[in-house]
């Protein structure tokens, strides 16, 4: 295993939408070419992924459902059926899933994306959010231009993507009512007062520190992550009291490459290079400080930050940046208020997420399968 790193794909998106969608999908889409997986990005909503749409103030039964269909889940009064899930599991690339596990974190992305999706809709009824045919046709329009300047159709483009025009329609329809939903919400002073709070974040502000990381055992199942986790606090409480150093720790315990250095892994910006859950630790440790443990998908890590290197890049040059990060916290309050105030419960045998495992890299969060 390495250090903890992310080395992540980014295509810059239009608007509000936030980057990181186009992650996931050129992540599953590896055939399509460098203008198709650009538009496939353009075409992504931030947190929410969107794989298959309904009309965005539908919140009746689909009638194209026949009787009977199976419901995989119940958001409010509004089901998700099988057909839907089993459309967001095509475009996500399903088939190629490398075995069960990995089947079950997709089945479970899906699930959460088509409620994400529902949660928005019901937002934008409660603002009279509404987008007209002609708004989304010349959506449409524009990427068919687009996509022949680069000498590819539409219908390429949705073939390869695993979607439809009609779906690929209805997606857009959600998209431009997220961005009529968002946008009166990015104002100068909201982005003042993000740059002000979490300007380390983003300035070029690096620090330095050390790691202990320890690799979960595989053969222990369920008790992997906890076994380490109380290892870790069991270390990192030798370090406090003074019986070893956290370098000589780092060198006796930890599984990493580091532990030739005493742990140091040297600086490192808080976005780009480290994986994020490690960054968000390590820039919210004091300088001297030594971190509770912590999990990511490379192990379970006790940080200590040894240098801060401040940055030196002013607002307005972040301003395109901080509106799209602002973006995706103002889309996690309202599902996260939506979540709050609707009843959503699971067909048995749908595999989803804890709804109180926290947000952040899938693979570290608990994937639920109720059982009848």
Request: with cysteine; glycine share 8%; proline share 6%.
């Amino acid at each position: 295993m390495h250090e903890p790193s992310s080395f992540l794909i980014c295509v810059p998106m239009p608007s509000c939408f936030p980057h990181w969608s186009a992650q996931i999908q050129v992540r599953h889409m590896p055939t399509l070419n460098g203008c198709q997986r650009s538009m496939l990005a353009w075409l992504t909503l931030a947190s929410l992924a969107l794989a298959d749409a309904t009309g965005v103030a539908d919140r009746k039964i689909d009638e194209t459902q026949p009787p009977g269909a199976t419901v995989v889940v119940q958001i409010g009064e509004v089901p998700i059926f099988r057909t839907q899930l089993d459309a967001a599991l095509r475009q996500a690339g399903f088939d190629r899933a490398s075995g069960p596990e990995q089947q079950r974190l997709m089945q479970a992305e899906a699930v959460e994306q088509l409620v994400n999706e529902q949660l928005l809709r019901t937002e934008f009824e409660r603002d009279k959010i509404s987008v007209g045919e002609a708004e989304v046709t010349t959506v449409v329009d524009r990427l068919r231009s687009q996509l022949a300047s680069h000498k590819s159709t539409l219908e390429a483009f949705l073939s390869q993507s695993g979607r439809d025009e009609k779906s690929l329609r209805k997606q857009i329809e959600l998209e431009i009512g997220l961005d009529k939903l968002i946008a009166p919400r990015l104002t100068s002073d909201a982005i003042a007062a993000m740059y002000t709070k979490q300007h380390r974040e983003y300035d070029g502000t690096q620090v330095r520190a050390s790691h202990i990381v320890l690799r979960p055992d595989p053969g222990l199942g369920d008790d992997a992550l906890p076994t380490m986790l109380r290892r870790a606090e069991a270390i990192r409480r030798e370090i406090l009291q003074g019986t070893c150093s956290f370098a000589d720790a780092a060198k006796k315990y930890s599984a990493g490459p580091s532990r030739r250095r005493g742990g140091d892994i040297g600086f490192f910006p808080r976005h780009g290079l480290m994986a994020d859950a490690f960054g968000k630790e390590a820039f919210g440790t004091a300088k001297g400080s030594i971190s509770k443990p912590f999990a990511t998908p490379f192990g379970v890590h006790i940080v200590m930050v040894t240098a801060i290197q401040p940055g030196t890049i002013g607002i307005d040059a972040l301003r395109p940046q901080l509106k799209k990060i602002l973006t995706q916290q103002i889309i996690r309050e309202i599902l996260s208020r939506g979540r709050t105030t609707t009843t959503i419960s699971y067909s048995a045998g749908v595999p989803h997420f804890d709804p109180v495992s926290p947000l952040g890299d899938a693979s570290t969060r608990t994937i639920v399968v109720d059982v009848p």
